[in-house]
């Protein structure tokens, strides 16, 4: 039975997230958000979690999921083939790692993890690769990605960077994992 003659929406549920309408809007503004990440001048709230050498860990600000990460070079390569063995490595290296932080840390019961390599592909920043790690558990996809477009996340960004850089302290490098 149809109430919409009535008035009545104690049926309709809200979801709020206005974190995403600045990227609804505007898109990125920049060059490449991880080369832009890496200045010193650059404004933007970035929640890089790790830096090495030659690559980088920080969270996806438009997650699929809770704990969303995106591990890449510094240097501004677009294929594997660019990489160096010492990128190739180091970015391996960290997907490793953070995965096990996040299975420590988030209980996931499974990830996405792979390469968006250009546009055509679905990469974002086509010019600068990089790894998404996306935590995945039973039941988190639901009907609203498919009829409303909405993903529903249950964790801020700020608390789960807060969270995750804990996490890091209790990770020991080379086999030992986390503490």
């Given at each position: 039975?149809?109430?919409?003659?009535?008035?009545?929406?104690?049926?309709?549920?809200?979801?709020?997230?206005?974190?995403?309408?600045?990227?609804?809007?505007?898109?990125?503004?920049?060059?490449?958000?991880?080369?832009?990440?890496?200045?010193?001048?650059?404004?933007?709230?970035?929640?890089?979690?790790?830096?090495?050498?030659?690559?980088?860990?920080?969270?996806?600000?438009?997650?699929?999921?809770?704990?969303?990460?995106?591990?890449?070079?510094?240097?501004?390569?677009?294929?594997?083939?660019c990489l160096t063995d010492e990128e190739l490595l180091c970015t391996s290296r960290l997907v490793r790692k953070w995965t096990a932080i996040l299975k420590k840390e988030m209980k996931p019961e499974g990830f996405n993890i792979g390469l968006n390599i250009g546009k055509v592909a679905g990469a974002g920043f086509a010019g600068h690769l990089h790894y998404h790690i996306v935590p995945r558990w039973n039941g988190d996809t639901n009907f609203m990605p498919v009829t409303a477009g909405t993903k529903i996340l249950s964790e801020s960004l700020e608390s789960c960077y807060d969270r995750l850089a804990r996490a890091l302290e209790q990770y020991t490098e080379g086999g030992g994992g986390l503490k």
């Open positions: 039975m149809c109430n919409s003659d009535q008035g009545d929406t104690t049926a309709m549920e809200r979801i709020w997230a206005p974190w995403r309408i600045q990227y609804i809007l505007e898109g990125y503004k920049g060059e490449c958000l991880f080369c832009d990440v890496q200045r010193e001048n650059y404004e933007g709230k970035h929640f890089i979690l790790e830096q090495k050498d030659n690559c980088l860990v920080m969270f996806n600000l438009f997650p699929y999921n809770n704990g969303h990460l995106m591990v890449a070079p510094q240097r501004h390569v677009s294929d594997l083939d």
